[in-house]
Nanobody, 121 residues
Framework: QVRLVESGGGLVQPGGSLTLSCAASGSIFDIYVMGWYRQAPGKQRELVADITSGGSTNYRDSVKGRFTISRENVNTVYLQMNSLKPEDTAVYYC????????????????WGQGTQVTVSS
């Protein structure tokens, strides 16, 4: 009922910047929280940053001061990534906690398909 589509990944040199976008579509009444997670090879998926519908943000310590999460309307979230480091290399996943416009309304967790970010010289 809900689809998350990510874009903006790619290859960038250390110190460079990328912006990830995620757009949600479907039977959405509201989205409580949208966030970005990442998973590097051989590691567990970890929260990078999230943002509530009220605009409150949360970042993991290693990205504070370098990454900025923002929302445009209910359905779209961005992750501006600056001063990228090789250790930021991972597949980045968009996540949304969604209250559906149909019953049962939830909320339910949805995931995007992931976008690769590679930081390398």
């Amino acid at each position: 009922q809900v689809r998350l589509v990510e874009s903006g990944g790619g290859l960038v040199q250390p110190g460079g910047s990328l912006t990830l976008s995620c757009a949600a579509s479907g039977s959405i009444f509201d989205i409580y929280v949208m966030g970005w997670y990442r998973q590097a090879p051989g590691k567990q998926r970890e929260l990078v940053a999230d943002i509530t519908s009220g605009g409150s943000t949360n970042y993991r310590d290693s990205v504070k001061g370098r990454f900025t999460i923002s929302r445009e309307n209910v359905n779209t979230v961005y992750l501006q990534m600056n001063s990228l480091k090789p250790e930021d290399t991972a597949v980045y996943y968009c996540n949304a906690e969604v209250l559906l416009a149909i019953t049962p309304r939830g909320p339910y967790d949805y995931w995007g398909q992931g976008t690769q970010v590679t930081v390398s010289s």
